[in-house]
């Protein structure tokens, strides 16, 4: 297994981790600021996520690279990227952090552009990230981000810096998942046998 994989599959280990670090019910001690305030075990989830979804650039540019490209990072790495979105989505959903129908609207896309690809390579093709698949991406792991830290800074200056970025994230969703679609609607055409 090459390096590229091994960093995918270690993107995908790390999901338990984290979804133990965020819904752990100990008593773990806190940090206090005025009106913000988290826990350690808050702060260790988000850096696991932090580092974890950080390896989802590093594996596809060391395999772009080094021509280590394969079949089944191809196959992992989307997994990899849905299992922590997803996950973690859930988690701020149970933590009360982040509406429900946020979660599902972003969790609905992620899976429909799965189904999307799968349809392509079944027809021999492969569908490219786009420039709003990236933007969606990088709005997605910000607003995560925001969310686990409990919006810090910007607590501290009652700013819900948190929820905007989130609502950015839900439409950048919503619009990258459609340009997706609308870029490949030739792939449902009926009257192919």
Known sequence: MNLPNRITLARIF??????VFLLIKAEFPSIKITNFSITYNEIIGTLIFIVAAST???????ARKNKLVTNLGKLLDP???KLLITAVLICLVSLDKCPAWMAIVIISREWAVTMLRQI???????????RW????TATQITAIIALLINNFPFALIHFPFDQL????AVLITIYSGIDYFVKNKDLFNLDQT
């Open 79 to 81: 997994l990899a990227d």
């Open 165 to 168: 970025a989130m609502w950015l």
């Open 133 to 136: 698949g990236k933007w969606k």
């Open 120 to 130: 392509a390579a079944l027809e021999g093709q492969a569908l490219a990230a786009s």
């Open 14 to 19: 790390l999901v338990p981790l984290i979804v």
């Open 56 to 62: 989802d650039s590093l594996d596809g540019y060391i």
